[in-house]
């Protein structure tokens, strides 16, 4: 098959998006099928509209919605024509069997109108756009919702990255249960630590992601208060950075625990890999996740997980054998849940081992087949 593939990130912009829909591609390719990326850029990047990224051709486009502004307003319909002009050139170019949208945006918009306009299925894959943008985008746009609405209802497949991902739009967006599908996402099986990062503690807990209030490291900083006095020896390292940063580095001085805390900021994947496997345990307190690719990061490197129950990452990972699910907002259940961990090595090992086991069913190949068969099924509906 020729696929566009539409994802609303991409290189050199560095994430779950971006990472999903370039190791995608690549497999779609090895396995004989001819992939283009089109992805959205802003007027004023300076990347190239078109370029190959690792053998893949990558088009990027200024997908402009409506805006609130009475003059941006007045230049929308044109600056919207162009837009899908654009894209119509594309296509005619590449002549793509089928539109696949990774996280509906301002693309999956277009892609729509496309698919219609060309007569070819379009595949939705939700990956938790809609409950975790970090202004809300689908709470407060009517135009967002509306597109999602129409994007869902005339996708010939939508598959989530898990099933409250799903649910979510099942009951705010009219998505039909009967065609969507889970399919969980991937990670790279093997990757080794490649580059040290110097740490104040030999033993730690370890947090990361975006500092953002949705992914509850707050509530970790609470949690870690109460293990932290009977555990003289062990830290906590928080990677990662965001708006929440220095407001989160004022808790952990109200805590009391400005010696116990680590904040070396965002890391390479090399140094990612470094700290996560030297860590005792690795905790997600998100208030609300839709997935974690983290955890399975955790697996990989042979670390026990804490997850939170908000979200989707209580349906891959299993409470008392692959790691531990809690609620973050109960600190008590999340301290004690970490507690156990760091003070039971034969426990850690047991679910880093059963955690590891696991990870051949998120490898990229899986996710390529799978993907594969929601093409294959999409297409057939359309003839």
Not at 86 to 107: K, M, N, T, W
Not at 286 to 297: D, N
Request: charged share 25%; with cysteine; glycine share 8%.
């Amino acid at each position: 098959m020729r696929i566009a593939l539409l994802p609303s990130a991409f290189a050199p912009s560095v994430g779950g998006v971006e990472v999903l829909s370039a190791r995608l591609a690549v497999n779609l390719r090895r396995a004989g099928h001819d992939v283009e990326i089109w992805t959205a850029s802003r007027q004023q990047d300076d990347l190239p509209r078109v370029e190959v990224l690792d053998g893949l051709a990558v088009r990027r486009f200024v997908f402009p919605l409506p805006r609130a502004s009475a003059g941006a307003a007045l230049r929308w319909p044109a600056e919207a024509v162009a837009a899908y002009r654009e894209l119509a050139a594309a296509a005619r170019a590449f002549r793509p069997d089928l539109l696949h949208v990774q996280c509906f945006s301002a693309q999956g918009v277009y892609a729509a109108a496309l698919s219609r306009r060309l007569r070819r299925p379009l595949v939705v894959s939700l990956q938790g756009e809609t409950v975790m943008d970090d202004q809300d985008i689908y709470d407060s746009s009517v135009a967002m919702r509306t597109a999602l609405r129409i994007g869902v209802r005339q996708a010939a497949a939508v598959t989530g990255c898990s099933q409250f991902t799903l649910d979510d739009s099942i009951r705010r967006f009219g998505l039909s249960p009967a065609k969507s599908q889970v399919i969980f996402n991937g990670v790279d099986v093997d990757e080794a630590p490649r580059a040290e990062v110097a740490l104040p503690f030999d033993r730690f807990v370890l947090g990361l992601g975006r500092v953002v209030h949705k992914k509850g490291f707050d509530l970790l900083l609470d949690a870690f208060a109460k293990v932290a006095p009977d555990r003289p020896d062990v830290g906590l390292v928080i990677v990662g950075g965001g708006a929440e940063l220095d407001r989160l580095k004022d808790h952990a001085r109200r805590l009391g625990l400005e010696e116990r805390v680590f904040f070396p900021g965002p890391l390479g994947r090399g140094q990612v890999a470094d700290v996560m496997h030297r860590a005792e345990v690795f905790v997600m307190p998100s208030r609300v996740e839709p997935f974690g690719i983290v955890a399975l990061e955790g697996w990989r490197a042979g670390t026990p997980v804490v997850v939170t129950s908000r979200g989707g990452a209580g349906e891959f990972v299993q409470d008392g054998r692959t790691g531990r699910v809690v609620d973050p907002e109960d600190t008590s259940a999340l301290a004690d849940a970490v507690a156990g961990l760091l003070d039971d090595p034969a426990l850690r090992a047991s679910f880093a081992a059963a955690g590891r086991a696991r990870l051949p069913e998120f490898s990229w190949d899986r996710l390529r087949a799978e993907y594969e068969k929601v093409y294959a099924s999409a297409a057939a509906a359309r003839r």
